[in-house]
């Protein structure tokens, strides 16, 4: 760095052939750079020489990039894009000691989990000057908050959308947000957040920085669908809870609402089942890499305050294995089948096999077991995922207890017989998890379940109650599954796996979706298209890798899912710029999206 910054002063000093000025003269003491950031309509963000050569620029000239993102184009920084934003272009030094949250006109009910929210707020305002706000000002900041209801349920009804203005009155600055829900009033303080960058004036001195809120706002804004989700499979390789809460910071960063947290697999049990502790003595990687049902609240309870609901998924009846092969050992019979098979191709579609036994009542008891303590941690109304994907036939079919089984039921064994058998498990299991929530004296809800063959449109609705099922369609783009699901009147969710599978790439032929990719993607826009999530598969990625495949393509996701914009990638990228640096100050490491001179030069390397 020093190296370069000496040649560049000789190159300057030999190509200007101005021999009056000596090297030294040159060089001063301290580093000071040459260039500024200004906003340049239908442009963006344009790394400058200071003081700017072309003496005709008349607009503002912004320090830091960062800076100039947060008031440059229609939407600022602000991610995803709101509704419409009247945003000035000028902004006021804040200090988070000035900033004061108003909750007097939010009903009771919601104060204490707001309070929690306007923390978060401050506590993201401080990551921009990495916990140390230097520069006191001591404008007050008050932040007004009006919520019209005091419902704290989690639901696909749930009204998120949100009123924000900003106005600077010289002797304070006031901050309004009116929203119908609690959620959508945390939503409002995300992007308040957004509204606020940070400045750091002296390049001598690394701790100083003082941070700035634009001075004139005004946004209103909502989601198109109410579900926007990540998926993470915690079973191929354990992630620990701390990376989750990151994730879910992530999410409350980019409005994301539903964690679909795929727990367990064949490959490993790690969620703690206070009824049935096998679960995880036999099913655990290893003693460390458990959720204990204390940290499953907690994670419940930090993803509210993050507006995100959590729907745990217990996939079933195949993609389970490890943790239910004990039975014989207690004299419960076999509750899984094929289980660790080494001939794994003939009995699952991937190592190591697996299928719970249907043919086995006491399967069905353990069942009950779980989906008790599931109810039991889920915050209410309860959304839970029973999985229902890749029934393998050949494992049921090799395997005597359930050929003997479908025989006395007068199955036969064809696909039809195996599809019957297949039906009657999620019949039996959805009737255990209606009964375990009403007697916690919770209504009948949804469940999700993943497409498959059973799901086929022209099977489902012999089987499927439509008014029961929400159907995850994960099936590529090409297929016409998820609108013949829709035409049929099933809720959908969707999940191309050859678009929002953040694995693809990694594995086999499969081909990686980058972010421009991923945004570019369109849902249907209709009352029964939920809405879709991201899915990352843990195959090949556990917590040392994980944050940069998330991040920043599963904010594409969010986008798209929040703001459903017809405009294009393009657009988006110096948003999607400002998003990164937002998240690494949170302590969010994402990929990279272009060279630093592209960053730098909105819209030149298109
Ligand atoms: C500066 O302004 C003059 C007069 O308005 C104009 O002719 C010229 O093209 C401008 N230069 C640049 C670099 O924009
Ligand atoms: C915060 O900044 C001040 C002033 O520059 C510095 O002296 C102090 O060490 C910093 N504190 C932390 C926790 O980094
Ligand atoms: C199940 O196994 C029997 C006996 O091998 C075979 O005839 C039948 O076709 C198999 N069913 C399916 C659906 O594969």
């Known amino acids: 760095m020093v190296r370069q910054w000496i040649a560049l002063v000789v190159f300057v000093h030999l190509a200007s052939g101005n021999n009056d000025i000596s090297v030294k003269d040159l060089t001063p003491s301290v580093y000071e750079p040459s260039w500024t950031y200004k906003c340049v309509p239908d442009e963006g963000c344009q790394r400058s020489q200071s003081p700017e050569p072309t003496a005709n620029y008349t607009g503002t000239v912004y320090e830091s990039l960062d800076l100039c993102r947060t008031v440059c184009g229609r939407f600022g920084g602000i991610w995803p894009r709101p509704v419409t934003a009247a945003l000035s272009s000028q902004t006021v030094r804040i200090h988070p000691n000035y900033l004061r949250f108003d909750l007097i006109d939010a009903p009771v009910e919601t104060r204490e989990i707001l309070a929690k929210m306007t923390q978060v707020a401050t506590s993201n305002l401080m990551d921009e000057c990495n916990g140390n706000v230097t520069d006191i000002v001591e404008t007050p900041v008050i932040v007004f908050i009006t919520i019209k209801t005091p419902n704290l349920e989690q639901t696909w009804s749930t009204d998120e959308s949100y009123m924000l203005d900003v106005q600077n009155k010289e002797v304070n600055v006031a901050v309004h947000i009116v929203a119908e829900t ?40 909502k989601p198109v669908y109410p579900h926007r989700g990540f998926l993470l499979d915690t079973s191929r390789n354990f992630i620990p809870l701390e990376d989750i809460k990151r994730m879910l910071d992530g999410m409350a960063a980019t409005k994301m609402n539903v964690f679909h947290w795929h727990v367990t697999d064949t490959h490993s049990f790690p969620l703690e089942s206070v009824r049935v502790p096998q679960f995880t003595r036999y099913g655990a ?50 509750l899984a089948v094929c289980t660790n098979e080494k001939q794994w191709r003939s009995f699952c579609i991937q190592p190591p096999c697996g299928q719970l036994n249907p043919a086995n009542p006491n399967m069905y008891k353990v069942l009950r077991d779980l989906y008790k303590d599931i109810a039991e941690m889920l915050s209410q109304p309860a959304l839970f995922h029973m999985g229902g994907d890749e029934v393998f036939v050949e494992c049921w079919n090799s395997t005597q207890d359930i050929t003997t089984y479908m025989e006395s039921k007068g199955y036969e064994r064809n696909t039809e017989g195996f599809i019957k058998l297949w039906a009657e498990f999620h019949s039996t299991a959805l009737q255990i998890w209606d009964e375990e929530l009403t007697a916690m004296g919770q209504s009948e809800q949804p469940v999700m379940l993943w497409s498959s063959e059973l799901t086929q449109a022209h099977r489902i609705s012999k089987y499927l109650n439509k008014d029961r099922y929400v159907i995850e369609v994960w099936e590529p783009v090409s297929s016409p599954l998820l609108s013949q699901l829709l035409r049929l009147g099933f809720r959908t969710v969707s999940v191309p796996k050859d678009i929002w599978y953040l694995d693809h790439g990694f594995w086999g032929i499969t081909k990686y979706s980058n972010w421009r990719r991923m945004y570019s993607h369109v849902l249907p826009v209709e009352a029964n298209m939920l809405g879709g999530e991201v899915a990352m598969w843990s195959e090949y990625v556990d917590s040392q890798a994980l944050d940069t495949r998330v991040w920043p393509r599963a904010a594409a996701v969010a986008e798209r899912l929040w703001s459903n914009p017809s405009s294009s990638a393009n657009i988006a990228e110096p948003r999607l710029q400002r998003l990164r640096s937002r998240l690494a100050a949170r302590g969010i490491p994402s990929d990279v999206l272009s060279p630093g001179w592209c960053a730098q030069h909105d819209s030149r390397c298109l």
């Not at 930090?302 to 998924?313: H, K, M, N, P």
């Open 285 to 334: 990687y290893s003693a460390y890499e458990i959720y204990t049902t204390e940290e499953v609240r907690e994670l419940i309870n930090y993803a509210r305050v993050r507006g995100i609901r959590v729907v745990i998924e217990i996939d079933s009846p195949a993609h389970a294995g490890n943790g239910w092969q004990w039975g014989k050992e207690y004299g419960f019979g076999d």
């Open 182 to 221: 609690v959620y959508g009033a945390r939503h409002a303080l995300e992007t308040f957040t957004q509204l606020v960058t940070a400045d750091k004036p002296d390049y001598t001195d690394q701790y100083r920085c003082g941070l700035r809120l634009i001075s004139g706002a005004k946004i209103r804004d």
